[in-house]
C-alpha cells in the first residue's frame, strides 16, 4: 500500500474543519515558511518536487510561479481553477470536500511564493455545496487569523474569495475563466500575453487548479526529495486517478504518478463488472486520445501517455467494456463538445457540429460511405486552428476513436446498424 497524503483524510471525521486539520499537523508548512523561508526558496522547493500542473496541462508548478515579474507595480492575483467539468473527472471535488484546509494552505503558500495578496477560488456553478463548505471555512479561517491582516502574526496579508461560474465547461480554461471571473463572457483570450503577465484585472495572475495548490504543504513540509521520489521521472509526487465506468469499485485512488493503469484498474478498481473484457479506455478525461487494450500496460505519468500520443489530462479514467458501442461513445462525446464551443472560433464552432450530424446520421443507420473520412479531415481541421485546447479536446477522440475502431464504423455506415451485442 502506497503512501496517502490528501486522500487519507477521506476517511476521517470532519476532516474539512480547522481543528481536525491542525491536529494531523495542518497549518506546520505556512508557519515555516512566513518564518523563515524566502519566496525564491518556495519556489525553488517546488520546483525540485517535479510537482506538474494537475489540472491538465502538466506544466512544472513552480516554474510557472517563476514567470510573474518581480518588479511589477501591478498587484499580482492567485486564482485557483476549480471549474471541474471534464467528463469522468471528480477529484477536486473530494479535495474542496474534505481537504479544505489542505487546499487554503496550499494558497497560502503559493500567495506568499509569488507576492498575491488576494487569491480567487473560482468554482463550478454546478457544485453549490462545495462552495457553501468554501464560503464557510473561508469565514473560520479569518477568524483565527489564518486570512486577512497579517496572517499568522506575519507581515504578510492575504484575502481569499470564493467565485462561482455559471456551468460552462469553457471556462475550465484559464483565460476564459479570467474574462468570467472579470464580469465578462467567457470567452478565451489570445496568448501572449500570458497570464502570469497579464491575468485577470490586467495584474499578474498564477492559475493554478486544487489537486497541484493541494499537495503543495506537503513539499515544504517533508521536502522536495521526499515528494519527487514518490513520482516517476520529472513527474514528482502522487496522483488523484478518478476512474468511472464499467468497473467493480468506481472512485478516487491516490497512488504514485507513473501507476501502470493496467493496475489501477484492476488491482485498485476491482476490475471490470460481469467478468467482461476491455474495450477502450480513456486515460485522462474525455478529451484524451482513447486507448485500447493492448495499450493499458502504460504508466499513468504525463510523459509515458504523450509517448504513445495519448494524454495523462485531468487523470480522469473512463473504462469501456466490449458491450459498448465505439460509434455512439463518439457520438456522446462530441456532442458534449459541440454544446460546451463557446463559438468564438469558426472551426471548433462549425466542426463539432458537423461531426455531431455525422455521427447522428450514422447511429440512425443512414451513413454514407464518405462520411468517415469526413470525420477525420473535420478533426484535423479543428486541431490547432482555435484560441484555446476546447478544439483539439473535441478534435482528438474523434481522431483516436475512427483510427482505433474503423471496422466499427464502416459496419455501422455498410449495414446501417451495430454489430455490439445488445445495440
Not at 510561479?65 to 486564482?79: D, M, T
Not at 521536502?223 to 464499467?246: K, M, P, Q, T, V
Not at 471490470?272 to 495499450?295: H, M, R, W, Y
Not at 482555435?386 to 476513436?401: E, F, M, N, V
Amino acid at each position: 500500500m502506497s503512501e496517502k497524503i490528501i486522500s487519507k483524510f477521506f476517511d476521517i471525521e470532519d476532516s474539512h474543519t480547522i481543528d481536525v486539520y491542525e491536529k494531523h499537523g495542518g497549518y506546520e508548512a505556512i508557519r515555516k515558511v512566513l518564518k523563515k523561508w524566502t519566496p525564491e526558496e518556495i519556489i525553488k522547493e517546488v520546483s525540485n518536487a517535479n510537482l506538474r500542473g494537475l489540472g491538465g496541462a502538466g506544466f512544472p508548478a513552480g516554474r510557472k510561479w517563476s514567470f510573474i515579474p518581480k518588479n511589477s507595480p501591478k498587484p499580482k492575483y492567485l486564482v485557483i481553477n476549480a471549474d471541474e467539468s471534464e467528463p469522468g473527472t471528480f477529484k477536486d471535488r473530494y479535495v474542496i470536500d474534505n481537504y479544505t484546509h489542505g487546499l487554503f494552505e496550499g494558497i497560502m503558500i503559493a500567495s506568499y511564493a509569488i507576492g498575491a495578496n488576494m487569491a480567487f477560488i473560482y468554482i463550478r456553478g454546478e457544485y453549490v455545496r462545495q462552495a457553501e463548505r468554501l464560503v464557510e471555512q473561508i469565514e473560520a479561517a479569518y477568524k483565527k487569523g489564518y486570512l486577512g491582516k497579517q496572517i499568522f502574526g506575519s507581515e504578510f496579508d492575504l484575502d481569499l474569495i470564493v467565485h462561482r461560474g455559471a456551468g460552462a465547461y469553457i471556462c475550465g480554461e484559464e483565460t476564459a475563466l479570467l474574462e468570467s471571473l472579470e464580469g465578462k463572457k467567457g470567452w478565451p483570450r489570445m496568448k501572449p500575453p500570458f497570464p502570469a503577465i497579464e491575468g485577470v484585472f490586467r495584474s499578474p495572475t498564477i492559475v493554478n487548479n486544487v489537486e497541484t495548490l493541494a499537495y503543495v504543504p506537503t513539499i515544504i513540509k517533508n521536502g522536495a526529495d521526499s515528494f519527487a521520489n514518490l513520482g516517476s521521472e520529472r513527474n514528482g509526487g502522487l496522483r488523484l486517478y478518478s476512474i468511472s465506468g464499467h468497473v467493480k469499485n468506481p472512485g478516487v485512488y491516490e497512488l504514485p504518478m507513473g501507476t501502470p493503469l493496467r493496475e489501477i484498474i484492476y488491482k485498485h478498481a476491482g476490475g471490470l463488472q460481469n467478468g467482461n473484457g476491455i474495450k477502450a479506455v480513456v486515460p485522462g478525461g474525455s478529451s484524451s486520445p482513447i486507448l485500447t487494450p493492448d495499450e493499458i500496460d502504460v504508466k499513468m505519468d504525463f510523459d509515458s501517455l504523450a509517448a504513445i500520443d495519448s494524454m495523462l489530462g485531468s487523470a480522469g479514467i473512463i473504462v469501456m467494456d466490449e458491450s459498448t458501442c465505439m460509434v455512439r461513445a463518439l457520438y456522446v462525446v462530441t456532442r458534449f463538445y459541440h454544446h460546451e464551443s463557446c463559438g468564438q472560433c469558426t472551426p471548433c464552432r462549425e466542426g463539432t457540429g458537423w461531426a455531431e450530424k455525422v455521427l447522428k446520421r450514422i447511429l440512425d443507420g443512414n451513413g454514407r460511405p464518405e462520411d468517415i473520412d469526413n470525420l477525420v479531415e473535420i478533426a484535423d481541421n479543428i486541431i490547432g486552428n482555435t484560441i484555446c485546447p476546447l478544439g483539439d479536446a473535441a478534435a482528438l477522440p474523434i481522431q483516436s476513436y475512427v483510427k482505433k475502431f474503423r471496422e466499427e464504423f464502416e459496419y455501422h455506415v455498410r449495414e446501417g446498424k451495430c454489430d455490439v451485442k445488445g445495440h
